[in-house]
């Protein structure tokens, strides 16, 4: 049983469109991030949200960090092909010391 | 590029063998974290050491171990290895010890055990 539940677990889109995908969990995390991988290559940090209701924008990008920081989510405007692949989220207890991952999100966008 | 560098890239071998993946960090990274990545288990987090020394451990094996040496350049040791050891073995280095801090992840050692 994932401790982070991310939905859906596939998710194929045409270039444009808008979507999002969700990092979910019973417990409290002292901070959440979020990563996308591709193919071959390790995760990449894309963003750390650490207080409840936070909401943070990279470019397209938005994530939000739930107000009990138990969740999170990440909106992509206008989805581009180059946003294509896994997109990870991690939850941290610092108690602890604890990270896990969620199974994550495979993403293909379509030209 | 994000500087931390592992090897080998890949490795083939057998049930009940033992291998060594080694790990370089980023420079001025004093922490290395070793993940575990298949495909129906997602993303697994093994141990961390900080400047030479364990800080945490999650879903480790007995069969495995690590360390971290003086220059900081890690090793995760795998031994008795079973077919479900196949996976993607990752580490990743960061400045300090904890969170939020970036965790700067390497390519990966691609294992194959047949």
């Known amino acids: 049983t994932q401790l982070l539940e991310q939905s859906p677990q596939f998710l194929s889109i045409q270039e444009g469109e808008n979507l999002t995908v969700y990092c979910n969990s019973s417990?409290?995390?002292?901070?959440l991030q979020w990563y996308r991988q591709e193919p071959g290559e390790g995760p990449v940090l894309l963003v750390t949200?650490?207080?409840?209701?936070e909401v943070k924008k990279l470019k397209r990008l938005t994530f939000q960090f739930g107000d009990a920081r138990k969740d999170s989510s990440l909106h992509i405007t206008a989805a581009q092909t180059g946003d294509t692949g896994l997109y990870l989220c991690a939850g941290y207890n610092y108690n602890n010391n604890d990270m896990r991952f969620g199974a994550g999100t495979r993403l293909t966008v379509k030209p | 590029d994000s500087g931390v560098t592992q090897t080998p890239k890949h490795l083939i071998t057998a049930t009940g063998q033992r291998v060594t993946l080694r790990c370089s960090p980023r420079?001025?990274?004093?922490?290395v974290y070793w993940y575990q990545q298949s495909l129906d288990q997602g993303l697994q987090f093994l141990i961390q050491y900080y400047n030479g020394e364990e800080r945490a451990k999650g879903n480790i094996l007995e069969r495995f171990s690590a360390q971290q040496f003086p220059d900081l350049h890690s090793e995760l040791n795998l031994s008795s290895l079973e077919l479900g050891d196949s996976a993607l073995y990752f580490c990743?280095?960061?400045?300090?010890?904890?969170?939020?801090?970036?965790?700067?992840f390497g390519p990966g050692t691609r294992l194959t055990v047949l």
């Open positions: 417990s409290v995390f002292s901070s």
């Open positions: 420079s001025g990274d004093l922490s």
């Open positions: 949200v650490v207080t409840g209701g």
């Open positions: 990743a280095s960061s400045v300090t010890s904890g969170s939020p801090d970036t965790q700067y």
